[in-house]
């Protein structure tokens, strides 16, 4: 139950930290990131996990350059053409009806769009992004857990992220050679399954 006030915040700041993590590495993204590294740690035990994956995580990140992770990021989240790995439920969500699976804006993304608004937000029209992308539905369960919303937050892990983020991460841990992706990919799935455990 997320109620428990440690287990909401060790899942707000698990998915604000996922969130920043799976976000397009820039020079500035980057820099902010060594500042997270403390609260990545303390996640993780407040998860009931080893802080070993975060360190993993951290190494790769240090040892890679910006240039690697952006060229990386762009191949496999990005394009151009189709993304080795896009980020978005409505291409992974398997339970879909037929004509809907594998599909943009499938019915995936219409239900996040409700559970926003019964959040009180909006995808920003700048953002380019489409409402059920990784980064948006994560920080949109950080939200959920930081204002309570209970209800909202076990609808966006059990009936959302919860049902495809494992499948996206297994495709990223295949199809990566870039360390960072490929701990990055390790640590959301650990991480995921302790919050939807």
Known sequence: MLAAEPRAAGTASAARLLARWWSRPTAGELQEWSAL???ALETATVLGLSPES???????????????LLAEYERL???PGRPACPPYESLWRSDQGRF??????????????????DLGLRV????????????IELEALAHACESGATEQASQLLDAHL??????????????TAQPFYAELARLTSAWMAALVG
């Open 37 to 39: 590294w403390p609260q």
């Open 54 to 68: 975060v360190e993993r995580v951290r190494g790769a990140a240090t040892s890679s350059s910006e240039e690697e």
């Open 77 to 79: 989240l990005v394009g």
């Open 100 to 117: 809907e699976r594998g599909r943009l804006m499938g019915p995936a993304a219409a239900d996040v769009v409700q559970i926003y608004r």
């Open 124 to 135: 920003r029209k700048d953002a380019h992004e489409l409402p059920d992308h990784l980064v």
């Open 162 to 175: 919860g049902l495809w983020v494992p499948a996206f991460c297994d495709a990223v841990s295949a199809d």
